[in-house]
């Protein structure tokens, strides 16, 4: 089993930053991808961004050159700098993990519980 613990969300104003953290902990293979999505109130739950341990990278079209998504494999933990934000990253923030043994075995996937991003004046 593997568990993530988020932390960082909060309220900030259009235009401001925030910085969410992800810590995994348990079965996790040298294999992995980490990443977040979020889901706005109404709306499914839409990829931000994914990373994998040598440092490619998946973003959205909507927070290209805004967001920033960083790992440290030692600590299995992954970060995401959100600047410049905008009413629209309002969101729950979710952390997401996909592991599994060899590249021929299929991966597991685990969430996050979760944390609240508001952008508001």
């Known amino acids: 089993q593997v568990q993530l613990e988020e932390s960082g969300g909060g309220l900030v104003q259009p235009g401001g930053s925030l910085r969410l953290s992800c810590a995994a902990s348990?079965?996790?293979?040298?294999?992995?991808?980490m990443g977040w999505y979020r889901q706005a109130p109404g709306k499914q739950r839409e990829l931000v961004v994914t990373?994998?341990?040598?440092?490619?990278?998946n973003y959205a079209d909507s927070v290209k050159g805004r967001f920033t998504v960083s790992r440290d494999n030692a600590k299995n933990t992954v970060y995401l700098q959100m600047n410049s934000l905008r009413f629209e990253d309002t969101a729950v923030y979710y952390c997401?993990?996909?592991?599994?043994?060899?590249?021929?075995?299929?991966?597991?996937?685990?969430w996050g519980q979760g944390t609240q991003v508001t952008v508001s004046s």
């Open positions: 997401y993990l996909r592991t599994k043994p060899g590249i021929f075995s299929r991966w597991s996937e685990y």
């Open positions: 990373a994998t341990k040598d440092g490619s990278t």
């Open positions: 348990g079965s996790i293979f040298s294999i992995n991808v």
